[in-house]
């Protein structure tokens, strides 16, 4: 019996036990915590880009990937309801501290 899994199957994806499956966990540096504490409004847009890239390939006609590990569709409700709440934040800036949409 072997211990290497043929990936290139479809049955590799039963062969894979889900415990195994861990989220991963990148490490934020010193400089993104800064940049994220000094600009609060920066937090949805990699949201707001990853929805950007599911909608490009809605646009395209390509097939979405919908499994345990990704759903492509949750990440463009993510990405909507961050740009939602990033628009209120702009718009508010905008009326307080702009000339209008006339200039």
């Known amino acids: 019996m072997s211990n290497v899994i043929d990936l290139s199957t479809l049955r590799a994806a039963r062969a894979l036990p889900l415990e195994n499956v861990r989220p991963v966990e990148f490490t934020v540096t010193k400089r993104q915590r800064g940049w994220r504490g000094r600009n609060p409004l920066r ?3 990699n949201r707001i880009s990853n929805a950007v890239t599911v909608a490009g390939k809605i646009r395209r006609g390509e097939a979405l990937r919908v499994d345990r590990y990704l ?3 949750a990440i463009l409700w993510e990405g909507v ?10 718009f508010e800036l905008a009326v307080k501290h702009g000339a209008g949409a006339d200039q």
Not at 81 to 90: G, N, Q, S, T
């Open 43 to 45: 937090r949805p847009c």
């Open 81 to 90: 309801e961050a740009a939602r709440l990033l628009l209120a934040e702009l």
């Open 71 to 73: 759903d492509e569709r």
